[in-house]
């Protein structure tokens, strides 16, 4: 994630622990209702892609699609963007890493599925619970865990490398889920993971403390105090290499549980990068790495 587009700013999918939210009010918007409603299309997107790339400078570095909001949220039905910039990813064999959790990455499995030949692309499903009470509340606008294995198995029969985020692990909520979603990600196809650590950084805190003590009165407590406990005291831990994985017990609980059941179900076994060497400007000789 050295470089990331986002062909939208704000979320409708509305979930409610998104760091996201944050970059919200560098617009002027509120990282609450506004984030969720007001969303920020760049339509010239593509076109600012493909200027990028024609930098003579550029080494075809992977970028990752989503590094901030969802490419593939509601929006993208109607101005297609992410489908745009596979396009001139694929025309330039530019790596691209995506990370989703909206099955609309369905309709772009056919341009998926020649980057995946080309090995200049991979693709992670979000998958934070098999609860649906769970994530209705907490994840209102995204698609099903059920629905989202889905995508992980047919992108996977297509040929794509798929993964899976587990993100964000919740102490009292979601933490105990991470085998279950570990093995069903396996049986669908997918071979790596990733996960990070709850932390409520900026408004975040405010709009998460209130969402959790209306929607889990009877465990609000205990949550937000597990959460204390793995950011030394806090709810957020800016410290780079600390502050996704959290510290404390209850963190290495969850660092413990990821590595034994990777190591189970075979996740991240083997070594793979995306082929930076197939990078080409149209029309000109290939770049030698």
Request: aromatic content about 10%; some cysteine; glycine content about 8%.
């Amino acid at each position: 994630m050295s470089y990331s587009m986002n062909p939208y700013a704000g979320c409708e999918h509305g979930c409610i622990y998104c760091y996201a939210r944050n970059v919200h009010e560098y617009w002027g918007y509120s990282a609450g209702l506004d984030f969720e409603r007001k969303i920020i299309v760049k339509k010239n997107a593509p076109k600012l892609l493909r200027k990028f790339l024609m930098n003579k400078n550029w080494d075809a570095t992977p970028i990752m699609l989503s590094g901030n909001t969802d490419c593939y949220q509601p929006a993208e039905q109607q101005y297609r963007l992410t489908r745009g910039l596979l396009e001139v990813c694929n025309e330039f064999n530019q790596p691209v890493g995506i990370l989703t959790k909206n099955s609309w990455i369905l309709r772009d499995k056919d341009v998926l599925q020649e980057m995946a030949k080309k090995k200049i692309v991979s693709a992670m499903v979000s998958i934070t619970s098999f609860n649906e009470d769970l994530r209705r509340v907490m994840e209102p606008r995204t698609t099903t865990a059920k629905q989202k294995l889905k995508v992980i198995q047919e992108l996977s029969l297509a040929g794509v490398r798929m993964g899976i985020m587990m993100g964000p692990m919740i102490p009292g909520l979601n933490e105990h889920e991470m085998q279950r979603i570990m093995k069903a990600a396996r049986d669908h196809g997918a071979s790596f993971t990733a996960y990070t650590f709850i932390r409520l950084n900026g408004a975040i805190k405010l709009l998460f403390h209130d969402w959790l003590y209306k929607n889990f009165p009877d465990r609000a407590d205990k949550v937000w105090h597990l959460i204390e406990q793995s950011h030394d005291g806090k709810v957020n831990d800016s410290r780079w290499g600390v502050r996704m994985r959290g510290e404390g017990s209850i963190a290495e609980m969850v660092a413990q549980q990821y590595k034994k059941y990777g190591k189970l179900y075979g996740m991240n076994a083997e070594e793979w990068s995306l082929d930076r060497t197939k990078f080409q400007v149209p029309g000109q000789q290939g770049k030698l790495f």
